[in-house]
Each structure stands twice: as structure tokens, then as C-alpha cells.
């Protein structure tokens, strides 16, 4: 997800954002640190397999990650992905295309179309950001409510440090506008592990916990009770 209003690029600089992204987030360990928190999860029924919902996919490179580590690890895995823009979906359609593991969706985070305890899990990764408080708490709930086991909110943590580190490397390694303005943004706009905990204190649906993961990110994992 972006800060910009969807009608002021193309589809052509979006997916050159994504790109970007996607590469940001191989190199800065997100995938590392869902897989970390999912299968810390998922270790008591390890062998049982399990159905993930990824809100905000992006082009699904979170979903991909999954659906590979799973193949190595030869667990049963069914993967839902949505995304709100339409755009952001047809992106991720062609690169999934190898992984029928992963079923893509439009759907609003808020009002997700699937009924209560669909999945076992539920992921969202460095999107909170671009909400405000309030509806970071409803989306917890909105989480909680389609988990049967947990969820995993993965984000930034804000530091100086981090904004200018991703300052420096949106300039160094690429040209897209899109990538050179969220990038630093996302991080002023990102949270303290202690603002994180009173969001999800705030929803009041789960036991959860906030853990610092290489690289300023933030990780929230909440167990559904």
C-alpha cells in the first residue's frame, strides 16, 4: 500500500515500486521474520499443515516466501492473499502463477468476505503504517475475528537511524518516485514496540506479543482466545 491516491501512477510505476519492495524486504529480513513467528506458532501441529490470509499482499512476495518454505519443509499449506487494488492483484497474479498453493482476492481489510475462524492465521506486513491508530485496532479485531489460531502483524520500528538508512538506499538503488517517497515515510509514520502494544491492548481480542526483529522491524503476534 501506498501513501499516493491510486489514480496518480501507472500501473507500470507501481509495479516497478513493488519491485522495489519486494527486493528491500528479501535483503531486510520481513519474510525471515513472519516465517520466524508463524512456525513459532505452528510448532505444536507442525506436521498437520495450515491456511494462511495475507491482508495487503502487495504482489505477494510474503505468500511466495511462505509457499516455498513450506515445500522445503514438506507442510501442507493453502495461502489466501488480498489486496484492496485491483491493480496490486493482476501484479501478483502473474508471479504466483507457480504456486497454486496461493489463491488471490480483492477485499478490504476491514470487511474481509470470509467467515469467522476461516484460517489459522492471518499476516499483515508493513502495511499498519499507513492507518491511523483507531483503524489498526479494528483491523486487530477483524483479524482475531477470521484466525483460529493467531496473527502476525509485521512493521517498522521509528528511528532515526532507519530513516535516513532508507533515505540513502531509495536514492542509491532506485529511480521510481513511488519507492523514493514512501520508503523514508513509512518509518517516520511507523511505531515504537510500546505504541504497537497499546493497539493491540486496545482491540482486546488475543494474548499477544511485541518483539524487535533485525533491521527496525516490529513484530506483533497475537494468539486468538
Known sequence: MLDLPHDSYARDELEGAHNDLALVNSYL???????KHLAAMNAETADEGFTVLDVATGTADIPITIAKWARQAGIRVGITAVDLDPLAINIARKRSE??????????DGFALPFAD?????VLFSKTAHHFTDEKVSRMIKEFSRVARRGYVIVDLRRNWVAY??????????????????DGPLSVLKSFTPGELAALA??????????SREPFWLLVLAGRVV
Open 201 to 210: 491492548s486496545r482491540s482486546g481480542t488475543s494474548i499477544f506479543t511485541v
Open 117 to 121: 475462524q476461516r484460517f489459522d492465521y
Open 98 to 107: 507457480p504456486y497454486p498453493e496461493i489463491t488471490l482476492a480483492v477485499a
Open 164 to 181: 535516513f538508512l532508507i533515505y540513502l538506499l531509495t536514492r542509491l538503488f532506485s529511480r521510481n518516485r513511488l519507492t523514493r517517497s
Open 29 to 35: 529480513g520481513n519474510g525471515r521474520a513472519v516465517l
